[in-house]
């Protein structure tokens, strides 16, 4: 597992979202999984989805339950709202208090952030509250006998698919905030500091893409499966 | 930037590092894996999208299961030719790149492949919005509202708000604040004009 790490280096954010810790010693990635009650093939999937963007998943991908890609979506969630962006905020805010920028500049810095925090305050909450209970309940009417006729009703309308549809890009306006840090304000006279700004933002950037990457590549192909499982076995019933 | 990506599949270790190293200096164009038997190349395509292959001849003749299995592959693949007597069955395959070809040869090959790509690309609709589009987010990022925007241009408040949900649906910002970053990057407005 260290060596895993050592070498892929963008792991390092993944492994809070799985509830793992470092200190592997010298056990290797399937007993750190066991160890952290983490489906393996699970683990392997999301890593090799998130590190190589030309992966498609095996083809098998009922291995692991719904659940697990539920709990990992919601964690990354959690990690972008409470880490990466207030993180990046408080940056922000240092780097313009000490700076010898004008009002409006100013205004235009924070009043942009705040905003893009709410939006994805906004985009996050959605998933969280209406895509994610619905993988959630697809597995379950997938478990039983006879699916509820309602559910059915409703799968005919809308799927995962309509929803990657509608799914917005977030990382576009922080390459726009970056650029106008590095083009058109006057500069900053912390360097460093505003270094780790643009740092903090090329990960979070990169970050998003993967992630987004992994919602297309392992998500959606997954789940549209069960759901095509669940129409074809309505329509035969 | 897109990048078109090819696998290497060629037994000469110092033949592969140079194919791969050409590659890298074309722009566009990105070398993804080297392999050197077939087993290993086998064992990646079953996981993994390429948009084009590049095998030595030698190799090729190994591989006539991968070709059965993917009859699409061939489309895609590139033949390195290092044995200049046998026929290579010219025409199936997408290019043929002989040990003799100069520089020149050789980047021109590659970038016919790649051409039809980017050719998409630049096409495609997204971020590039109209010159009409562009005066809105100007105007919004002066900090004039939809009814003002409307007035100054002549048209209806319905027909402003069509042009907004365009540039939403374009460009995936939806903040005043941030179209007008948009707008400073984009050269649209200068950080001067913005209120």
Request: hydrophobic share 40%.
């Amino acid at each position: 597992m260290c060596q895993a790490v050592l070498e892929h280096y963008r792991l390092l954010p993944l492994l809070p979202r799985f509830n793992i810790r470092l200190g592997f010693g010298e056990k290797c990635v399937e007993e750190v999984c066991r160890l952290n009650h983490v489906t393996t093939e699970f683990f392997m999937e999301i890593s090799n989805a998130y590190l190589d963007d030309d992966y498609i998943p095996q083809t098998d991908l009922s291995l692991f339950p719904l659940g697990d890609l539920v709990g990992y979506l919601t964690s990354t969630h959690h990690y972008y709202l409470e880490v990466a962006i207030p993180k990046i905020e408080r940056k922000i805010h240092q780097l313009l208090d000490g700076s010898a920028l004008s009002e409006k500049e100013r205004g235009l810095v924070s009043g942009f952030f705040d905003d893009y925090r709410k939006e994805f305050l906004e985009h996050v909450s959605r998933e969280d509250k209406l895509v994610l209970p619905y993988i959630l309940e697809l597995e379950k009417e997938y478990m039983k006998e006879k699916p509820d006729a309602e559910f059915m009703k409703r799968l005919q309308v809308y799927t995962i698919r309509d929803f990657a549809r509608e799914h917005d890009r977030l990382e576009t306006s922080l390459e726009n905030l970056s650029r106008l840090i590095i083009k058109y304000l006057p500069p900053f006279e912390d360097f460093d500091l505003c270094h780790q700004v643009l740092t903090d933002l090329s990960d979070l950037v990169r970050d998003l893409i993967d992630h987004a990457h992994m919602e297309d590549k392992v998500l959606v192909p997954r789940v549209a499966e069960i759901e095509q499982h669940l129409l074809r076995k309505s329509e035969a019933g | 930037m897109k990048r078109v990506n090819f696998i290497l599949c060629i037994e000469a270790y110092l033949l592969c590092k140079g194919v791969a190293a050409v590659l890298q200096r074309i722009p566009g164009a990105s070398v993804v894996r080297e392999f050197g038997t077939v087993d290993m190349l086998t064992h990646y395509l079953k996981n993994h999208a390429v948009d084009f292959l590049l095998i030595c001849d030698t190799l090729f003749e190994k591989a006539t299961d991968l070709f059965i299995e993917d009859p699409g592959l061939l489309e895609r693949t590139i033949l390195l030719k290092i044995n200049p007597v046998r026929p290579e069955g010219a025409g199936k395959f997408k290019e043929i790149i002989y040990l003799t070809d100069g520089k020149q040869e050789i980047t021109f090959k590659i970038k016919e492949l790649l051409n039809p790509y980017f050719r998409n690309h630049r096409e495609e609709p997204q971020s590039t919005l109209t010159e009409r589009e562009k005066t809105i987010v100007r105007l919004v990022s002066m900090g004039l509202t939809n009814k003002q925007i409307a007035d100054k241009l002549f048209l209806s408040t319905h027909t402003i708000i069509t042009h907004r949900k365009n540039i939403i649906h374009k460009l995936g910002i939806k903040s005043v604040s941030g179209l007008t970053v948009y707008a400073i990057v984009n050269n649209i407005i200068t950080i001067d004009e913005v209120t």
